[in-house]
């Protein structure tokens, strides 16, 4: 049975053709498309089976919390339903999860090719494991062992309350608080955060936005590349909290779900900043925890480079669920 997978972002919308029979993708059978140049995921399906041609099933991980088979993406104004994708389709089978609970799936498929380590740790195979991701958002997810069986699930926790560090981030805060009421992780630790902590950073410096910065068609990327570079104060101030943040945020998750089995950092981001996550500060923060310090210390801590991570885990997700139907 061929089913088209799929990861929904609000960004990007990657499908591809996974057969369950052969247990593996079909060789050409994928696309990328501008999410928000489409007005619903429908309208996206209709044009890639039109290139590739129809399947049996689709399992799509979905950038927002998933209910009862049915998501509002987060950072798009669209609905998704499996049933409604079923009815237009002809599928019997469609199912739908968090896009951070389908890189918890396809973590498991996973090797060390997969990933660099920024922190070894002492690895317990046994241990559960966390999934933060930071890309147009922050999602996070976790991987629980019981029973002899791994068990991926969502979180929303990337919307939890931003606790600033230090007087720096508690500026931050107090600015973002102005502007949104309420100030998540996600407004300082994704792509969309980076964007209002550069804003920050210009008004802290009291400069005005470079001609660099206007019109970039994706600011959060343009910023980090000047920050690498180091031509811009405000773009350096900009990344050095966003690392800071993503660190201590990571930490916070890692002890929430006790990952001694691994703390994975995917998403779009983080490889791209893989030498700046290495500097130290993002594992500084990250175990900056008092007296659960070293037991942070004690766990390994990977930003996975495989970019089909999720739709693997979409892939693998679907093996479970539609066994048997």
Known sequence: MKLITGDIGGTNTRLAVYDLAADGF???????????????????????????????????????????????????????????????????RVALLNDLEAIAWGIGAL?????????????????????????????????????????????????????????????????LAKRYGHVSWERVASGTGLVDVYAWCLEQQAVPPPAWFDGAPDPAAAISAVALEGGDAAAVQALDLFVRCYGAEAGNLALKQMATGGVYLAGGIAPKLLSRLQQGDFMQAFTAKGRMGKLLQSMPVRVVTNGQVSLLGAAACAKERFAGK
Do not use: K
Request: proline fraction near 6%; aromatic fraction near 10%.
């Open 26 to 92: 079909v060789d050409g059978a994928a696309e990328t498309y501008p999410s928000a140049d489409f007005p619903s995921l429908e309208a996206i399906l209709e044009r890639f089976r039109e290139q590739h041609g129809d399947a049996q099933a689709g399992c799509f991980a979905v950038a927002g919390p998933v209910r009862r088979g049915r998501s509002e993406i987060t950072n798009l104004p669209w609905i998704v339903d499996a049933a409604v994708i079923g009815a237009a389709f002809g599928w019997s």
């Open 111 to 175: 090797g060390e090719d997969d990933w660099v380590t920024l922190n070894a740790g002492d690895p317990d195979p046994e241990g559960n494991r966390a999934v933060i991701a930071a890309g147009t958002g922050l999602g996070e997810a976790g991987v629980c062992r019981s029973g002899g069986h791994w068990h991926p699930f969502a979180s929303e926790g990337g919307h939890a309350d931003f606790a600033p560090a230090d007087a720096e981030q508690a500026g931050l805060l107090t600015w």
